[in-house]
């Protein structure tokens, strides 16, 4: 991800970030904090005097995350999502303390950043190609950043904070996170009381639910209040429901907007409920039921009218009105229809008999697989929880997020992370979640459009590296960060992938006119390097890199970095066969396959190294950093392969080698990606092992970059699959990189190009059998570790064989085939009847 985009990673000045300008004082970027945080990353001592539940019997593969105490930091407590509103669940006995996210609340209102940069424009562009970059970089600093400089933050609504009666003495504590179920649960004993909380974040509902329980009547009492950091009022709405009334905060000189309400209702079994000021009470009740709901004025990025009060109340006032017998059903029949797609076991241990906060610290000793699967199976509850329509896309902590100030103001960073968060959605079969990125690149094409005319005299529309909640779409932070094109390219190939595993011609159809936006732009904006002739971008750079350190400044600036010049070869490519798939533009086609032939080439350097620049800088070569972008072509892309293009496939595996084994954990989980590609199952495990340790990966199981940065769970999730199956270059390869370590296993319902529903099981490292179930009826082109056979309906299914371990054959849509590996006098007699 945007290693520094601002310049910090956790607190502290990065070697590549440009001084600030000459009289300025240091920015909010350079106040970044990650506190306690980063400690959080490891295990925490117990501190509570407790006796603690033993584990829940034994299960060969449990779904859950459990612990023997309360949290005490925000990386030990259980995030709960529907999508738009969502908490973190800290499962304390003396207090309870849920903290509250609504996705649309954004610092400042709708602002447009973009500036008029055309005038500067050649100057910029005239100094790279002169190789003045320290030069071209302070004009672009000067007159080409958007205004202001820093994009909004995504911030909080508060907490919710429920206290109960009773001293601090408590047994048999036990709390867990169900990804089965999406549920989060306590239960402990106090005063000879066993109390029982449930809670979850239903999106048939739109609330969030709390469910409070005990063994004997007239026992669940507590009292609630709201707190924040905003500005905010809290009142009594009846005598049974608190509202929290605030509004965003003020952020570089833009006033907070978003109005916010949210508002939390106790629906008491038995006893009394009161509210009195700032205080909801409930006294001697046999259980609770208590409803949270939030709303805001946000309606778009261009307007933030709405009135939060009735947006609060109807989802409220409706749950009112159901049992929490039905709330819970439906919250579970909905979420299991997407999560119960895929099933995963890749083989257990005693580990699983441990909290789970003690065996991240013991994952490094590789005797705990069903760790990996836990890992697998809350990535892809957390992509649940954080991007369901209606709401807002994944941003940097997905939905989750405490701070006013958060690290990276937890905006959408779009040269690695945003793209990250998404990369599972398809292949992990969760590709419903695509639609509020859907919505956002949408709304980033409009704004875009105006940075694309204002800053590049250019039709079509561009974003740069970064945007947030009102769409911002010019280069922010840094020249060094900021000054790169193609966030919004790689955000329209986005659509392609959509319809690369659903086939769904009315989802690209509906999105087509923005993909061809960004190529308009492209064909535009395009220059002719004086020195080769090739077409490439300029101003760019390779993100987050200096290339050239000029008078202690590090310079990042360029033309015509390879990433870039692997995007637009995708993004042109899924421009023309988009085109061609709905009969649309075949003259702007044909000029994007004439500028792609154009485009700088792949190019291998001294070191033997895939190079990231035009030119094989010496002081390149060497460059240890988190950012590996010129290896997109490895991965997401398919334009490097082992098999097709080996020589680069060489190169990519020498500038891994070079740039060092990654130092976050987004950049482990992209490497665990690319080494996949490769099918160096050695490296991916290491990969995953150093990704799957204390300070990368906190007691929740959050990705720390650090601090917490979601995509890296997003990133390691896709690695996983990459171990297991890969679908691109036109066919699909089971188990192409399986670590040893996963020596026996299965996975059921990953989804492939093609529309294929991909079930694989395998025994010590070996292929047993595979299942497609073909959704589109297209040909199935499928590699595997060895020879395979394939079966329908108990018949041998007629295939061709390119390769001895390559199968082709036709599918009928609807229909299931088994792969198995052949026996030896099956092959014989084909190769005597051959």
């Not at 496939?649 to 482990?668: C, K």
């Amino acid at each position: 991800m945007t290693g520094s985009r601002n310049g910090l990673r956790s607190g502290v000045r990065h070697a590549t970030k440009p001084a600030p300008r000459s009289g300025s004082t240091v920015s909010r970027r350079d106040v970044l904090k990650t506190g306690a945080a980063v400690a959080a990353g490891s295990a925490l001592p117990l501190t509570h005097s407790t006796t603690a539940k033993a584990a829940k019997k034994s299960e060969p593969n449990p779904m859950r995350l459990w612990y023997r105490r309360p949290a005490e930091e925000w990386l030990e407590a259980l995030p709960i999502g529907n999508g738009r509103i969502g908490a973190m669940v800290w499962g304390g006995v003396e207090t309870e303390r849920l903290q509250l996210n609504e996705d649309t609340v954004w610092a400042g209102g709708p602002h447009d950043y973009a500036v008029e940069g055309l005038e500067v424009l050649p100057e910029i562009r005239r100094l790279i190609f002169e190789e003045k970059w320290k030069e071209a970089q302070n004009l672009a600093d000067e007159h080409f950043m958007g205004r202001p400089t820093e994009q909004m933050q995504y911030q909080p609504v508060g907490d919710l904070v429920l206290t109960f009666p009773g001293g601090t003495e408590f047994a048999d504590y036990y709390r867990e996170l169900d990804l089965t179920k999406a549920l989060t649960s306590v239960t402990y004993t106090s005063g000879g009381v066993r109390f029982k909380r449930e809670a979850f974040a239903s999106h048939p509902h739109q609330v969030l639910v709390v469910r409070l329980t005990a063994d004997k009547p007239r026992s669940v009492s507590f009292t609630a209040t709201f707190t924040s950091p905003q500005r905010t009022t809290v009142t009594p709405v009846d005598h049974r429901t608190l509202a929290l009334d605030g509004v965003s905060g003020d952020a570089e000189g833009l006033t907070g907007s978003v109005r916010f309400r949210a508002l939390a209702r106790a629906c008491a079994e038995g006893g009394r409920v009161t509210t009195d000021g700032t205080t909801l009470a409930v006294e001697a009740a046999d259980a609770v039921t208590l409803l949270i709901s939030m709303g805001t004025s946000y309606v778009n990025y261009l307007d933030v009218s709405a009135d939060p009060k009735p947006r609060a109340a109807a989802p409220l006032d409706r749950a009112t009105t159901t049992s929490y017998t039905v709330l819970r059903s439906r919250h579970i029949a909905d979420y299991k229809r997407f999560f119960d797609r895929v099933d995963i076991d890749l083989g257990t241990s005693d580990a699983v008999t441990l909290p789970t906060d003690e065996r991240v610290p013991l994952f490094r000793e590789g005797r705990d697989p069903q760790l990996a699967a836990l890992y697998f199976q809350f990535g892809r509850y957390l992509l649940l929880s954080c991007s369901r329509a209606p709401g807002q896309p994944a941003n940097l902590q997905g939905l989750w997020n405490q701070d006013m100030l958060p690290a990276w103001q937890s905006k959408y960073t779009l040269n690695i992370n945003c793209e990250m968060n998404y990369w599972p959605a398809g292949p992990a079969n969760l590709i419903e979640c695509y639609e509020p990125l859907f919505q956002m690149i949408e709304e980033l094409a409009e704004s875009g459009a105006r940075t694309a005319r204002v800053m590049y005299g250019a039709p079509g529309w561009v974003a740069h590296h970064n945007t947030d909640g009102w769409r911002g779409s010019a280069p922010v932070d840094y020249a060094f960060y900021g000054v790169w094109p193609t966030g919004g390219a790689w955000l329209a190939l986005s659509f392609w992938d959509h319809y690369r595993y659903t086939g769904d011609l009315d989802t690209l159809r509906t999105y087509y006119p923005v993909i061809r936006g960004s190529v308009e732009f492209f064909l535009h904006t395009l220059v002719e390097d004086p020195k080769t002739g090739w077409l490439v971008t300029n101003p760019s750079h390779s993100p987050e890199i200096g290339h050239h350190e000029i008078d202690d400044e590090n310079v990042s600036i360029c033309a015509g970095p390879t990433m870039d010049m692997q995007i637009l070869r995708d993004l042109f490519d899924a421009f023309s066969s988009a085109a061609e798939l709905l009969g649309r533009d075949p003259g702007l086609a044909e000029q994007a396959r004439t500028a792609r032939s154009r485009l700088a080439p792949h190019q291998i350097g001294a070191a033997g190294q895939l190079q990231e620049w035009l030119e094989d800088w010496e002081e390149s070569r060497l460059i240890q950093h988190r950012h590996v972008s010129h290896l997109y072509g490895l991965f997401p892309s398919e334009q490097i392969t082992p098999r097709r293009t080996p020589e680069l496939a060489a190169a990519a595996r020498r500038s891994l080698e070079l740039r060092g084994p990654g130092t976050s954990g987004w950049s482990l989980a992209w490497r665990i990606n690319f080494w996949a590609r490769l099918e160096d199952p050695v490296q991916v495990y290491d990969r995953l092992r150093a990704l799957l340790s204390p300070g990368k990966t906190a007691p929740n199981l959050f990705d720390l970059h650090p601090p917490f940065q979601i995509d890296g769970n997003f990133g390691g999730l896709r690695g996983i699959i990459e171990m297991l199956m890969q679908s691109h270059s036109g066919e699909l390869s089971l188990l192409p990189a399986l670590p040893a370590e996963f020596p026996t296993g299965r996975v059921r319902g990953l989804r492939a190009h093609d529309g294929f529903e991909v079930d694989i099981s395998w025994r010590d490292g070996s292929l047993h059998h595979a299942r497609l179930t073909s959704l589109l009826g297209r040909r199935a082109v499928v590699r595997a570790r060895t020879a395979v056979e394939v079966i329908a309906h108990g018949k041998p299914v007629p295939v061709e064989r390119p390769e001895p371990t390559v199968v082709s054959f036709t599918t009928n849509k609807g229909a299931s085939y088994v792969l198995r590996p052949r026996r030896r006098d099956d092959a014989a007699s084909e190769s005597a009847t051959t």
